[in-house]
């Protein structure tokens, strides 16, 4: 029954209990305003979500700070997803950064209009029939 539970990462776990733990707290607030006898209990579940929350964010980070390379940058890491590996990046960048290539040398072409030709490339164009796109 329980078989995927371990592919379920532990930094996700321990969102769903920061979360859960927020509304214990809402529940203890208001169970301590009513009186009520449930006020320890909701004291008790607010006191282990938020440490269940606490001690699955530092597993999730002591793993991300071990599966990190020595030449990997360390800002922009997130303990919510696994850390791409160097070659990862590279082939991203190369494939759609264009890092290496000089960007004049792609086939790519821009066009300067001064601003009294493009007035005239206007006329012409609605003379023709033609929309214009906005």
Do not use: W
């Not at 214990?24 to 004291?43: H, K, M, R």
């Not at 696994?82 to 494939?95: K, Q």
């Amino acid at each position: 029954m329980l078989k995927g539970v371990d592919r379920i990462p532990v930094p996700n776990i321990a969102y769903v209990l920061l979360l859960v733990g927020f509304v214990s707290l809402g529940l203890f607030v208001s169970a301590l305003a009513l009186g009520s006898e449930l006020a320890p209990v909701a004291g008790i579940a607010l006191i282990a979500c938020l440490g269940g929350a606490v001690a699955g964010f530092r597993t999730g980070a002591r793993r991300l700070a071990q599966a990190r390379q020595p030449d990997a940058p360390a800002n922009n890491v997130s303990i919510f997803s696994t850390p791409l590996r160097r070659d990862e990046t590279d082939r991203y960048l190369r494939n759609y950064r264009g890092a290496g290539e000089d960007r004049a040398s792609s086939d790519r072409a821009m066009a300067v209009v001064r601003d009294d030709e493009s007035k005239a490339a206007e006329v012409s164009s609605a003379q023709a029939g033609h929309r214009r796109a906005a």
